[in-house]
T-cell receptor, first 112, second 117 residues
Framework: ETGVTQSPTHLIKTRGQQVTLRCSSQ?????VSWYQQALGQGPQFIFQ???????GRGNFPPRFSGLQFPNYSSELNVNALELDDSALYLC???????????FGQGTRLTVV | AQSVAQPEDQVNVAEGNPLTVKCTYS??????LFWYVQYPNRGLQFLLK??????LVKGSYGFEAEFNKSQTSFHLKKPSALVSDSALYFC???????????????FGQGTTLQVKP
C-alpha cells in the first residue's frame, strides 16, 4: 500500500451539484496530481500542485479546480456536475515533479 | 500530439509461460517511461520506470521492461507468469524537461492480462 489516502471512497451526486474530493499525500511528498479515469479508459491528467501552486493543467474545464494545503494535502472541487463526470478520481503524490508518482485507491464518483 | 498506445486490449497466457505487454509512445525529446498495475476497484501501483541508462529495467514482482528508442517502445515482460499477475496494466510517459506540464503522466488505454492456471 502507498501512503496516499483519498476520501471518500465512493460518492453519489446529482447533476448540477458540487463535490469536493480529498487526498493526503505520502509523507515527504510535496507534489500532488489528480487524474480522472472513466470506465474502460486510462487515467487522464486533470492538474498538478507543487508547493501549493498549480503546476500544470490538462484539458479540463474551469469547473474543475483544486487546492493544495501547507501540509501538501489536496482537494479537487468540481462544480456543476455533469453525468460524464462519473469516473474514478485518482490522486497521486511524488517527492518532486519528475519523480515516480504513487497513487491512492481513488474516489468513485457517480453523477445521477 | 503526445500519446501512448497499448495495442492489445487483452493478453492471455498460461501460468509459467513468459508474458509480454506491449507499449509504444509518441513524445518529443527523452521521456520518462513507467508501468503501473491496477487491480479491481483499486488505485494504480507503480511497477517500474525508465529514466536513462540500461535499456532493460527491473521492477517489482519479477517484472521487467525493455526500452527501445528506435522503435519508441517500452514493452513489459516477465519470464514466468503467475495467476496472481492477472490485472490491468498501464504504460505511461512523462514528457521530458522543457515541455509544458512536465509533471503529468500520459497513460495508454490499458491492457488486461489474464493468466490461466
Amino acid at each position: 500500500e502507498t501512503g496516499v489516502t483519498q476520501s471518500p471512497t465512493h460518492l453519489i451526486k446529482t447533476r448540477g451539484q458540487q463535490v469536493t474530493l480529498r487526498c493526503s499525500s505520502q509523507s515527504g511528498h510535496n507534489t500532488v496530481s489528480w487524474y480522472q479515469q472513466a470506465l474502460g479508459q486510462g487515467p487522464q491528467f486533470i492538474f498538478q500542485y507543487y508547493r501549493e501552486e498549480e503546476n500544470g493543467r490538462g484539458n479540463f474545464p474551469p469547473r474543475f479546480s483544486g487546492l493544495q494545503f501547507p501540509n501538501y494535502s489536496s482537494e479537487l472541487n468540481v462544480n456543476a456536475l455533469e453525468l460524464d463526470d462519473s469516473a474514478l478520481y485518482l490522486c497521486a503524490s511524488s517527492f518532486l515533479v519528475n519523480t515516480e508518482a504513487f497513487f491512492g485507491q481513488g474516489t468513485r464518483l457517480t453523477v445521477v | 500530439a503526445q500519446s501512448v498506445a497499448q495495442p492489445e486490449d487483452q493478453v492471455n497466457v498460461a501460468e509459467g509461460n513468459p508474458l509480454t505487454v506491449k507499449c509504444t509512445y509518441s513524445v518529443s525529446g527523452n521521456p520518462y517511461l513507467f508501468w503501473y498495475v491496477q487491480y479491481p476497484n483499486r488505485g494504480l501501483q507503480f511497477l517500474l520506470k525508465y529514466i536513462t541508462g540500461d535499456n532493460l529495467v527491473k521492477g517489482s514482482y519479477g517484472f521487467e521492461a525493455e526500452f527501445n528508442k528506435s522503435q519508441t517502445s517500452f514493452h513489459l515482460k516477465k519470464p514466468s507468469a503467475l495467476v496472481s499477475d492477472s490485472a490491468l496494466y498501464f504504460c505511461a510517459v512523462r514528457p521530458s524537461r522543457g515541455s509544458s506540464n512536465t509533471g503529468k503522466l500520459i497513460f495508454g488505454q490499458g491492457t488486461t492480462l489474464q493468466v490461466k492456471p
